[in-house]
């Protein structure tokens, strides 16, 4: 303050001066230059692309996006693969959406103990694994209803489902059968052979009818490790989806309104949801492409 020299006098004053000339307390003053200092700017050279135009850009992918909540990797990714084909860093992407409270919020994960497995429940193939689990939802007419489902761990592909109003042994075989169908193209005694079933310990799943279905299957079981759902996490991770974009976002006056309603979503969501660990591909994608690479060449 006291370098700056008055317009109209041509001297300098100190800054208690003006301060008591303006009845404003230096504290205050203070405080906003401190303000301004910490304020956040984007260091380095400018770029081609401002912030304001990645922003709006990054405005448009969450509005044309046909799922809500996706987080800033998945925004990047449809950044440079997409239409607006914006090649932008991943932190400058995450440090505008936290600048404007558009990030997805984030579940904090609790502190566990020595895992009973290695960590990997991903497969390098299809039909090798898959996982099975349940959610429930509710109708207005039938009131509380199941969602049966079958995820394969190698794309996060649900190839089978069941919804049903009871959620018993049958719905839960029903879904198995679902996967088989889909996936072999024919339904018969082994004809899932080399499959592997991760699933909980719950009643659907341990029942002797629920066993025998997998054997007559050709299904290998392979529960979950008791106290750690992380090894069925595949399964769990797509049932959160469900729920978060679909289920809760619907109020069913029926369960046949609701059976075409998810049936809907599970299908919209194989072809288009992108996944990280898939290098942002879709579940789709990643099976197509695997089967490409696996079929023989014409010489």
């Given amino acids: 303050m006291s370098r700056k020299a008055s317009p109209s006098t041509g001297r300098s004053y100190s800054l208690a001066t003006a301060c008591a000339v303006l009845g404003v307390p230096r504290s205050t003053v203070y405080a906003q230059g401190a303000e301004q200092r910490s304020a956040p700017r984007k260091r380095g050279p400018k770029t081609a692309i401002s912030d304001e135009q990645l922003l709006a850009a990054i405005g448009e992918v969450l509005a044309k996006n046909a799922f809500h909540g996706e987080g800033h990797k998945k925004v990047h990714a449809r950044l440079r693969h997409g239409s607006w084909q914006m090649k932008v860093g991943k932190e400058r992407v995450l440090r505008l959406m936290r600048a404007n409270g558009l990030l997805a919020p984030v579940r904090r994960m609790n502190t566990h103990g020595r895992r009973a497995h290695d960590g990997k429940i991903c497969t390098e193939r299809p039909n090798e694994l898959w996982g099975a689990d349940a ?124 059976r075409p309603i998810i049936a809907d979503f599970v299908s919209r969501y194989n072809r288009e949801w992108i996944i990280g660990r898939l290098g942002y591909r879709t579940p789709a994608q990643a099976r197509a492409e695997f089967l490409a690479q696996q079929a023989p060449r014409v010489a």
Avoid at 173 to 181: C, D, F, N
Avoid at 222 to 250: D, S, W
């Fill in 135 to 258: 959610t429930t939802f509710w109708t207005q007419a039938e009131g509380l209803c199941w969602f049966f489902g079958v995820v394969d761990h190698f794309n996060s592909e649900c190839v089978g489902l069941e919804v049903v109003k009871r959620g018993d042994r049958w719905a839960a075989i029903e879904s198995v059968r679902s996967a088989a169908r889909a996936t072999g193209g024919a339904f018969g005694p082994l004809c899932a052979q080399g499959v592997a079933l991760r699933h909980d310990w719950g009643p659907q799943y341990t029942a002797d009818a629920f066993r025998r279905e997998l054997r007559f299957l050709g299904i290998a079981d392979q529960p979950a490790f008791v106290g750690e759902p992380e090894t069925n996490g595949v399964a769990e991770r797509f049932m959160r989806t469900l729920k978060e974009h679909c289920i809760y976002l619907h109020h069913f006056k029926s369960l046949e309104e609701a």
